[in-house]
């Protein structure tokens, strides 16, 4: 599903706003991504396909065992029976596949937690959060189908800043978060962020450039 459908453009541009200025108050470049999911998980759609196989295969011989050893049309040709789990197959793998309750079932939590940790260290790289003049990057991730949220400043401010500083942002995110109010989580870091950062006398320096964009980035 599209970003969009859960941050809108004009959400976006408050983001943007948002983080345009808190850089004028405080020596770090915020960067605010949200994706739908870190991976496409296609291990869930293979089991689901396996599971919707199966699933046809046992209802087709239950129902004809019932009905008395085949009597249903789909045992008496071999082809029609192996179509019938194929089809099964198919629909498993598309259920499975494209609604999200459905593919979690077949993803194990810990996978999920790892495979988004991995694309917030990924974003991080990508988009040069690691490349500021300062080191004072830092990221606000927002993984959706894994209900991921992850804080991750650049070495400058690691050492500065104890980890739990950030904890607490992430806590500040979560009611609007449970709620779906997307643009509020991120508006509300982006607010707790240049508080702690200006609690640490990070403030920004006049003359000091931007050094990356400003704007929400989203699904890579």
Do not use: C
Not at 42 to 69: F, N, P, Q, V
Not at 153 to 175: C, F, H, R, S, T
């Amino acid at each position: 599903m599209k970003v969009e459908n859960y941050l809108p453009k004009s959400i976006q541009e408050k983001i943007s706003i948002a983080v345009t200025e808190a850089e004028k108050k405080v020596n770090a470049e915020i960067v605010p991504v949200f994706m739908t999911s870190s991976d496409a998980y296609t291990e869930a759609k293979l089991r689901g396909a396996l599971l919707g196989a199966a699933a046809t295969s046992i209802g087709i011989l239950l129902y004809d065992h019932l009905m008395g050893w085949y009597q249903l049309f789909l045992l008496q040709n071999d082809w029609l029976f192996v179509s019938a789990i194929a089809l099964g197959g198919l629909i498993g793998y598309l259920l499975f596949g494209m609604i999200g309750p459905l593919k979690k079932l077949l993803v194990s939590k810990q996978k999920m937690q790892q495979t988004s940790s991995a694309m917030a260290e990924r974003v991080f790289g990508e988009y040069k959060l690691h490349e500021t003049k300062d080191r004072t990057g830092i990221l606000v991730f927002i993984s959706l189908f894994e209900h991921k949220v992850q804080i991750i400043p650049d070495k400058g401010l690691k050492e500065k800043i104890a980890d739990d500083e950030w904890q607490k942002v992430i806590e500040q995110m979560k009611p609007a978060l449970r709620s779906k109010a997307f643009g509020d989580a991120f508006l509300q870091s982006i607010s707790k962020i240049t508080e702690i950062l200006l609690t640490y006398k990070m403030n920004r320096n006049g003359d000091a450039p931007n050094e990356l964009p400003d704007h929400l980035r989203e699904n890579i």
